[in-house]
């Protein structure tokens, strides 16, 4: 009865929207996010949004540590924020705790939420529910030398094997050019990343049916000893780099192939980014590799939002921050690290920009994009602790992987 | 009578209650903090008392840290002294007046930038492929030498950024001592026949030696707090190598656990360790 209250104040609420649009927020919104070039352009816009709802928006920026420790720390008190940035790390502490609510009846339907990348969305759900409209995000993609390659009379590697054999054909430090580049930086977003699909392609899962622990297993120590494998090709200092050096040393044309974060695929079309702009192809990753999804996007706060209109409102702030239009906006202006649309991807202005092999490498990477990371509150703090054990044995301050792997274990069950 | 008794207390207060609030407030906090449960994730706490404290030396991620820091004391303050005293000799005893002013206002500039801008600077400076300083083994050899990649390397290569900053700095300083230096003992020892080291040595460094104890004190009191030093450069790794005790409060409170009350309990351990340990070193070195 409740909830068909609720229901149907909400219809009241969305007529009421389209009849009066203007008279669906009462008050200016606070937002709080991290610095992104897309929503510095958004700011730009804050008149047109004011027309649309009744109100404006401020947003509060913060660097992804503090975003996160403000956002959490707020939520579980004050509640002064009406919609928060989450990424797919937090989401599932935001989301068991109540501190977000479901999108699902506030993001108006002709803001086509279908339309968002599928890696994308899977990674903007838990428990079944979508949490959060996406800002920028992707899965993977395989991004190569098409120079090198043709050189060295090899086709683009479409499985695991191939694409290692390739790197040890390509690898020539001599000459400067490095097989690969992989992230060795401890931390759930650095070298646990890209040992992620590693893992899961081993047929790793975290837990089990029963929800007990299960990665201490041989698909973690097989994938384990793969990335180690791998990182004798590895460009220097990759070894305790992340993103930023792994697609440095590509964009710098010292890595011959590379598979990385998918913004990493219009960052190396951008001259001002790259010096292999015209000779970079891309392909999603080799199978049976999963893409890694990740997603940063804007949620409904529970708290500042108490009554149906005001999470409406919030919605409607979700919904137009990242519509097609914002995204047609930043395209336009060259911003191709946020881009989160099936369509964009596909439309003809990408193509333009990016190439063909760009937007077709883009599209069917989304459907081989999946969540690899355990969706729990206490991910965080195990996945760093992977971390930290990940990089000692990258760098050689350990060599006993299973032992390893054991010491995580006891770890995981002391959480 | 009564005026002139209660004059020093009336200039005293303001003061004193501006630092009761900037320093104790937060301090009892911390305090408070560190005998609760308290989470980011969940505001209710409940008062676990010494618990906090006791697992503490059950975490060898903690000792570790400890031990950490312990290294990167010992490293930073006698590595800036040797410096800050060797160089400030070396330009007392070889430049005009004219290069020691020149000097003076480079070994400056160091200190003045920003820490987390100088970390920045110095780890791309160290880059294998592409750093200034790896340059001439990379152009000799054909090597990539990646110094933040081995443990010992981070550490001695965050050492030298810090020992940079203020190593030059305090070289100035003690200069500037050395000449506010009355100059009859030096030149008696002069007359006398003395080498110059034995000038140093014998009499103007032991001239100097309540400066430069005080200097040691604020050198160690500010190597405690190398965080943004150490999480630009290493992040605390290879591993946890370079974790020293801030960096580790700041991943347990922020960055991994959202645990607030567990990394206050290390700040708080931090505080006491630093108090007793600085008032016995003062008080030992001031005799």
């Known amino acids: 009865m409740k909830h068909l209250f609720s229901t149907a104040s909400l219809l009241a609420v969305l007529m009421a929207t389209t009849a009066q649009a203007e008279s669906i927020c009462s008050s200016d919104l606070r937002v709080l996010a991290q610095p992104r070039d897309g929503l510095t352009l958004l700011e730009d816009y804050v008149d047109e949004f004011e027309e649309l709802s009744g109100a404006g928006f401020e947003i509060d920026y913060l660097n992804e540590n503090d975003r996160r420790a403000k956002s959490q720390a707020d939520a579980s008190t004050v509640g002064s924020y009406n919609v928060y940035y989450v990424d797919e790390a ?64 090899l086709e683009p590697p479409k499985t695991w094997e191939e694409y290692v054999a390739a790197i040890r054909k390509l690898h020539d430090p001599d000459n400067g050019v490095y097989g690969v580049a992989l992230r060795g930086q401890r931390g759930s977003g650095a070298n646990v990343w890209r040992w992620l699909p590693l893992f899961a392609a081993n047929g790793g899962k975290w837990t089990d049916e029963t929800g007990a622990f299960a990665f201490n297993s041989d698909a973690a120590v097989k994938a384990t000893e793969e990335y180690l494998e791998l990182f004798k090709y590895s460009a220097p200092g990759t070894q305790t780099g992340s993103f930023d050096e792994s697609t440095g040393a590509f964009r710098s044309g010292k890595v011959a192939m590379i598979v990385e974060s998918a913004p990493l695929g219009a960052m190396s079309k951008d001259p001002s980014q790259s010096r292999v702009v015209d000779v970079v192809g891309f392909a999603p990753p080799p199978t049976p590799l999963p893409g890694s999804g990740y997603a940063h996007g804007f949620a409904i706060a529970a708290k500042a939002n108490p009554e149906e209109q005001d999470k409406a409102c919030a919605g409607l702030f979700v919904a137009w921050a990242t519509s097609k239009e914002q995204e047609a906006r930043r395209l336009a202006k060259g911003q191709p690290g946020e881009l989160t649309r099936k369509s964009t991807y596909e439309s003809p202005e990408y193509v333009k920009t990016f190439g063909e092999n760009l937007s077709v490498a883009m599209a069917e990477t989304g459907a081989r994009t999946e969540v690899l990371f355990w969706q729990d509150p ?3 703090e195990l996945g760093n602790t992977w971390g930290i054990m990940l990089e000692e044995l990258i760098t050689g301050s350990r060599t006993d992987v299973k032992a390893t792997l054991n010491e995580l274990e006891t770890f995981a069950k002391s959480l | 009578m009564r005026v002139g008794r209660s004059l020093p207390y009336v200039f005293l207060g303001p003061a004193l209650l501006v630092l009761v609030i900037l320093a104790a407030v937060p301090t009892l906090y911390a305090v408070n903090l560190s005998l609760q449960n308290r989470t980011l994730s969940a505001p209710q706490a409940e008062y676990v008392w010494l618990a906090n404290y006791l697992k503490l030396f059950s975490d060898d991620r903690f000792l570790n840290a400890l031990w950490v820091s312990l290294k990167w004391e010992v490293l930073t303050v006698s590595a800036t002294m040797a410096v800050g005293i060797g160089l400030a000799i070396a330009m007392f005893e070889a430049a005009t007046r004219r290069w020691r002013m020149i000097l003076s206002v480079l070994f400056i500039i160091p200190v003045l930038l920003p820490r987390v801008c100088a970390a920045f600077v110095w780890k791309f400076s160290f880059h294998p ?44 300083i003690i200069l500037k001592l050395m000449e506010a230096l009355p100059p009859q003992p030096i030149e008696a020892a002069r007359i006398d026949k003395a080498k110059g080291w034995e000038i140093h040595r014998f009499v103007t460094l032991p001239m100097l030696k309540l400066p430069l104890i005080s200097l040691l ?25 370079t974790e020293t005790l801030d960096m580790y409060a700041y991943s347990q409170g922020f960055i991994e656990a959202g645990n607030i009350s567990y990394a206050s309990s290390m700040a708080v351990i931090m505080m006491v360790l630093t108090v007793i340990l600085f008032t016995s070193i003062w008080k030992r070195l001031n005799k």
């Open chain 1, 90 to 153: 937090n989401l599932p502490l935001f989301a068991s705790s109540g501190w977000i609510v479901p999108l699902d009846g506030y993001y108006p339907a002709e803001y086509d939420y279908e339309d968002f990348d599928a890696g994308m969305r899977s990674v903007a759900s838990y428990d079944g529910k979508q949490w959060f409209a996406p800002i920028q995000g992707g899965g993977d993609l395989m991004v190569y030398r098409t120079d090198l390659l043709t050189a060295a009379g």
């Open chain 1, 378 to 380: 206490r991910w965080q």
């Open chain 2, 129 to 172: 492929l592409y750093g200034a300083v790896t340059w001439p083994v990379r152009a000799l050899t054909g090597q990539t030498p990646d110094v933040l990649a081995h443990p010992w390397g981070a550490m001695l290569t965050v050492a030298f950024v810090d020992v940079w900053q203020w190593g030059l700095f305090f070289a100035v």
């Open chain 2, 217 to 241: 004190l604020v050198k160690a009191i500010e190597s405690l707090r190398s965080f943004d030093l150490v999480y630009v450069m290493t992040r605390g790794g290879p591993g946890v190598s």
